[in-house]
């Protein structure tokens, strides 16, 4: 399909859009773009201007950068690190507006008590003491009464580093957060059946350096991940051809050679007509899949029948397109990606479309090649001489009841079901401790969640601010900011190693403190209190930094230190001979995992359901200044998108008499009512079939001033769940809404 001529954007278009991510807010951010990151430290230093480092929390990118603060010590102002090699100086529009969250004036700054109080219930302001004690009992109780194992924790972030320690101290390995069953699973689930390994973060992807760029439903752009946009930007600047497969006009897709607007949940058969072209037209890499793949013959049996007529029929992609796409990744290889993606929980066949994927790449000999994937390496930083853990009865892998057997992390839904007693049965899990991550925002089906709740003996939500998820406490813990905290040094696998520094800019506001705190002194009350045999946090972080010759004093003048890599393997070497970390020591395009475990091991194609007479597919995605739904209420990013828009194909629109700038509600497939109106956008850039909004919005807490009641929560209409039988991710991308155009009179849910 060609792309319709009015959206056709320019370079600079796109080049606009990342440079909003890349040269920050200086429009808005007014007195931020004062000050430079290239001035001298000493220049800055004289004029009363200090700075100190830290790496950034709005995602999990983690950027390191320098916050800027005033003579009287007020935060002013964050910067990238030029020494970062997650953002080589430059951080996106939200890492740049993160400041907002520490001035957000409705933060949490008090520990909060559950209290009824003339038959409602409600919080009251509570000490530390009496918090912490409260949590330390029901802690102690439960374990007494059931065993450690059933406390479980939630948690997404750093902050989860430190009560995953004390949840270990503890006894419990029942630990589980949305970035596996809501985010990457599938993915790695099914990279390593190929490869042995996952993808992981940050991605492996040779973007820089890439000649032809394969993007299946990741936007990058609008997923923001910093040097990920970066890389992309300057493999723009060098010529690369990018193919887009989105049912939406994304930003990237406006930057594509080529861009399929396929019919959504049909990828799989696009991937496996691909495979058919490449093999049948002998366009696939034959040394490298003879020396290092297992299973070609089986594969080329297998994609026999499934050329591009075939797969037209199911995607709606002509077939010329798809054998021309094809053809050009061949072209380029192995300076090909054919990108993994991130969040990949769609349609529950998640894990065999990442098996396709992954395959893809093996065929054009892109893992571990220059322009395809890098190999990457993590420094070696030693652990804290902590004493040994004790060994759990059971762990968050018993939930699984024999389910999802090639389930590496833990599912975040199976530790949800596990709390609901059944059948006069008692639930396994008693208590909940969240950190880190609004569940209700994160995880479809809440019917379930809400379930879990009522049955919990107790809850406690550690958070900044008053999300939905401090909603259901008993107990809250206000978390003070990244800006105000020491947390574990990022120590992430790149092309090089590095480690990146957070230390605190300023007290914590209120009465916040940082979770390393609020672990150390939950364990002191559990008489665990050897596994924090320190006063403060930066202790072990002096002590980690000292056995690799460097210590936290240095660190905090550079706040990243780069290391050399220990092995020069960037990429294979030509001929080199190579063992992968799977069954047969070779890729295997015939995964023998997945067939040990019951699973396909080939992919195949299956249709999903389709939305029904007067429904539309419900689609949704990032937008650039905005991260999930912890940035909705940001002062500074509220400034720049303050709700989210339904997008409706102008036909739709016709059809339903719908006008821009409109307001609707949206029902959903089993008749959930959104809470709040979403403002109409018309536009060709979505297909007919489907609507889209941005994740994250749609808030329900009074108590987020700005966000409250703006625009519509993709989650709250995700009622429906396809579970991916590999991994136990949950597939959201199966629920379809209609419009009611009056404020429907309903019963509110929370
Ligand atoms: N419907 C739907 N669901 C999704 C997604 C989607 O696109 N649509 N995306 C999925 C993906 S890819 C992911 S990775 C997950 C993300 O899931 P989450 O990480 O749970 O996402 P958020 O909604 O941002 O919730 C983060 C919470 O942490 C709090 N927080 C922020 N900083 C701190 C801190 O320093 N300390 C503490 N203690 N708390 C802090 C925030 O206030 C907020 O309440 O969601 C998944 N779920
Ligand atoms: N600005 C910003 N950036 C972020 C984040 C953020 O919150 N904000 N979160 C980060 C995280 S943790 C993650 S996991 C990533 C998520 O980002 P990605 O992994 O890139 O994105 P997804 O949410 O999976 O995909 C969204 C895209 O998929 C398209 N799509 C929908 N259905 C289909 C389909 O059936 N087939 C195809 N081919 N495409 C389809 C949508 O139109 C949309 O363009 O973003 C990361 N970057
Ligand atoms: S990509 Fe943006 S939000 Fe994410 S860590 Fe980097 S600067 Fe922060
Ligand atoms: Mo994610």
């Known amino acids: 399909m060609t792309k319709p001529s009015f959206i056709m954007a320019s370079r600079r278009d796109f080049i ?26 000493e220049d800055l230093v004289a004029e009363g201007i200090r700075f100190s480092p830290t790496y950034c929390e709005v995602c999990f990118w983690k950027c390191a950068g320098w916050v800027y603060k005033n003579e009287k010590g007020d935060i002013q102002k964050v910067v990238g690190n030029d020494d970062d090699p997650h953002c080589n100086g430059r951080l996106c529009p939200r890492g740049t507006g993160g400041t907002g969250m520490y001035h957000d004036p409705d933060r949490l700054t008090t520990p909060l008590i559950r209290v009824t109080e003339n038959g409602k219930q409600t919080f009251r302001k509570a000490s530390w003491d009496e918090a912490l004690n409260w949590i330390a009992d029901k802690m ?64 492996p992807t ?47 897709a406006g930057k594509s050679k080529h ?137 968050w892998r018993d939930t699984l009841d024999g389910r999802y057997a090639l389930a590496d992390e833990a599912v975040t839904n199976t530790l949800i079901e596990a709390s609901i007693p059944k059948e006069g049965q008692a639930a396994r899990i008693k208590g909940w401790v969240i950190t880190g991550t609004n569940l209700p925002q994160a995880i479809p089906e809440k019917g379930k969640m809400l379930q879990a709740i009522d049955a919990l003996d107790f809850v406690v939500a550690i958070d900044t601010m008053p999300m939905e998820v401090t909603g259901f406490a008993d107990v809250v813990l206000p978390e003070c900011t990244f800006f105000e905290r020491y947390d574990n040094l990022r120590n992430a696998p790149f092309r090089e190693p590095s480690l990146a520094l957070r230390m605190p800019a300023a007290e914590p506001m209120g009465d916040s403190k940082p979770a390393w705190w609020m672990a150390k002194q939950l364990a002191e009350r559990l008489g665990l209190g050897a596994y924090f045999p320190y006063k403060d946090f930066s202790e072990v972080l002096d002590w980690q930094l000292k056995q690799i010759g460097s210590s936290l004093e240095e660190m905090k003048k550079t706040g990243v230190i ?48 389709e939305p029904p007479e007067g429904y539309y597919r419900l689609n949704y995605g990032r937008a650039p200044m905005h991260t999930f739904s912890r940035t909705a209420n940001n002062p500074n990013l509220t400034d720049l998108m303050s709700e989210n828009d339904l997008w409706v194909n102008p036909k739709v629109a016709r059809i339903w008499g719908l006008e821009n700038g409109q307001y609707v509600w949206l029902k959903n497939q089993d008749g959930m009512v959104s809470d709040f109106s979403i403002k109409v956008r018309i536009t060709e850039r979505i297909r007919w079939d489907s609507v889209y909004l941005v994740h994250g919005f749609g808030h329900n807490r009074k108590e987020l001033s700005r966000a409250f009641g703006k625009g519509v929560s993709d989650t709250q209409m995700i009622t429906a769940v396809r579970t991916d039988p590999v991994m136990g991710g949950t597939g959201m991308r199966g629920n379809f809404v209609t419009f009611l155009m009056q404020e429907p009179t309903k019963i509110k849910e929370s």
């Open 259 to 395: 861009w399929l607007p396929i019919k959504p949940a049909t990828d799989l058969a696009l991937l496996l007509s691909w495979m058919h072209v490449l093999i049948y037209e002998n366009l696939y890499d034959k040394a490298y899949i003879e020396q290092y793949a297992t299973g070609f013959e089986q594969l080329k049996q297998h994609v026999r029948r499934f050329t591009p007529e075939w797969a037209y029929g199911i995607t709606t992609i002509q077939p010329d397109q798809i054998r021309a796409t094809a053809r050009l990744m061949a072209a380029a290889a192995p300076a090909v990606i054919v990108h993994p993606g991130r969040h990949v929980t769609w349609y529950g066949d998640d894990s065999q479309r990442s098996r396709a994927i992954a395959i893809l790449n093996a065929l054009l000999g892109a893992w571990g090649r220059r322009g395809g994937f890098f190999l990457k390496e993590k420094a070696s930083l030693p652990e804290y001489p902590y004493p040994p853990y004790p060994q759990p009865r059971w762990t």
């Open 140 to 203: 102690k109780q439960t374990k007494e009464q059931y065993g450690p194992e059933s406390v479980a924790l939630f948690s997404h972030g750093t902050s989860g580093d430190h009560f995953e320690h004390l949840f270990k101290a503890f006894g419990s390995a029942t630990l589980a957060g949305p970035s596996y069953a809501q985010c990457r699973g599938p993915r790695d689930a099914g990279f390593k059946a190929t490869y042995g390994a996952g993808v992981g973060s940050p991605e």
């Open 16 to 41: 606009k859009i990342s440079g909003l991510g890349l040269l920050g807010l200086g429009v808005t951010g007014g007195a931020w773009s004062v000050l430079r990151a290239s001035t001298a430290w």
């Open 562 to 609: 780069r290391l050399p890599r220990k092995s020069d393997n960037l990429y294979i070497k030509e001929g080199e001979p190579m063992s992968f970390p799977t069954p047969s020591g070779k890729i295997e395009l015939y995964a023998s995992t997945m067939e040990q475990a019951g699973f396909d091991p080939l992919p195949n194609y299956i249709a999903h359901p």
């Open 206 to 252: 040779d973007i820089r350096d890439t000649r032809c760029l394969v993007l299946i439903g990741s936007h990058i752009g609008e997923n923001m991940h910093n040097s990920q946009v970066q890389e992309m930007a300057e493999a723009i600047d060098k010529g690369v051809d990018i193919i887009t497969v989105d049912p939406r006009f994304s930003t990237v």
